[in-house]
């Protein structure tokens, strides 16, 4: 599939070879963990176990690598197995990461938790201040790693300039692009080494699916990403990976709706007595507008905002909702809203990446927008 198609043509046609047997237009769902050799070492496609390659996770791969402008993607089992994947074969026993102020608390729980007890060594900067990130660079900094927009203050950092500042200091740059969606926003073709994904949220769509990827265009990296994804085992299942194939068909078309939508809650959000503040980067006033107006096709479905009163105010505005559903996780094609400091965020409460207490996320879906706003006005009182 030619990279010169454009972004809708390749999600549906990237990696989705018709199947050469039957010319089914769908990949099929190879659902094995071993495959026939023809003599020792005789392999028929390189399929030897299917935690080495899988034909389904292959397709999926290759489109994921298309979407994102890269030269190989690499499908995992969760969001987290992909970025402990990455963190494992970028840093040894020493190395030092610079990591955001504002990411999602899993990311945080990696570092803090794992990461540290291995000897990996983290500073926290405001990545959306490129002097903060300069200022946090040490002699064994060896990764920069970024969330733009970010989880789930919706904050925005300048990809093509801390991706300057990470070759002065002979770093990789990793962009966690799960709120975007390839999409969006092409954090390689603005300077980044890695890009890491949830294809749980955006990707699937559809809240019927755990996965994880990591794309890269450093063929070097990715031949080393690919030996630790085998060697640590921690791949996407071929039933995975045949529905986020299938989510991504329909991301374009998903993503223009999720944006629109968006951009009416959040309109409907600052004009709300009850509401303090509105944290989308899709508003005039953000401080990351102009960037992200830069850096992305739009602006995206998540929307961030804290209520008059406080933690307990911004709780009960979660549990009066009704059309918005209360969970953990985003991106589905149904409306989500959760309160960070107690559910998605717990992990980083104490830390600089605590979130304010009454904070409210909402991922907005796809469904009617005025059914969107009402439910909104009756929760929020």
């Not at 050799?37 to 298309?66: C, I, K, M, W």
């Not at 790693?145 to 990789?172: C, F, H, K, Y």
């Amino acid at each position: 599939m030619s990279d010169h198609h454009s972004f809708e043509t390749l999600a549906i046609h990237a990696g989705n070879t018709a199947d050469p047997l039957t010319g089914a237009v769908v990949p099929p769902i190879y659902q094995v963990s071993t495959y026939k050799q023809d003599g020792v070492g005789g392999l028929r496609g390189g399929y030897e176990y299917s935690r080495s390659a899988n034909p389904t996770r292959t397709a999926l791969e290759e489109n994921l690598a298309a979407l994102e402008g890269g030269s190989r993607g690499l499908a995992f089992a969760s969001g987290l197995a992909a970025e402990d994947c990455l963190l494992r074969t970028l840093l040894t026993p020493g190395d030092h990461v610079v990591i955001p102020n504002d990411a999602y608390g899993g990311t945080f729980r990696l570092f803090a938790k794992v990461a540290s007890r291995w000897g990996v060594e983290f500073s926290v900067a405001d990545t959306s201040d490129v002097s903060a990130v300069r200022a946090a660079i040490r002699p064994r900094t060896r990764a920069i790693w970024v969330e733009t927009p970010s989880n789930p203050l919706l904050g925005i950092t300048d990809i093509a300039a801390v991706a300057g500042v990470a070759r002065q200091a002979g770093a990789r740059l990793v962009v966690d692009n799960t709120f975007a969606s390839p999409y969006l926003q092409q954090p390689l073709s603005l300077g980044a080494d890695v890009v890491v994904h949830s294809t749980t949220k955006y990707m699937g769509g559809h809240s019927d699916v755990v996965g994880g990827a990591l794309v890269t265009g450093d063929p070097e990296l990715a031949e080393e990403l690919a030996y630790h994804q085998n060697a640590m085992g921690a791949v996407a299942g071929p039933f995975d990976a045949w529905l986020v194939l299938r989510g991504i068909k329909t991301l374009a078309v998903r993503m223009d709706r999720h944006d629109e939508n968006a951009t009416k809650v959040a309109d409907l959000l600052t004009r709300h007595p009850k509401v303090t503040q509105v944290l989308y980067p899709g508003l005039p006033e953000h401080p990351g507008h102009e960037i992200a107006a830069k850096q992305m096709k739009a602006f995206g479905g998540m929307v961030s905002f804290r209520v008059a009163g406080g933690e307990e105010a911004a709780v009960e505005v979660c549990n009066r909702a009704r059309l918005f559903t209360l969970g953990e996780s985003l991106g589905g094609v149904e409306s989500l809203l959760e309160h960070p400091g107690r559910m998605t965020h717990a992990s980083a409460a104490g830390s600089p990446l605590e979130v304010p207490a009454d904070l409210v996320r909402l991922s907005v879906g796809i469904e009617n927008a005025d059914d969107l706003l009402a439910d909104l006005t009756q929760a929020l009182g």
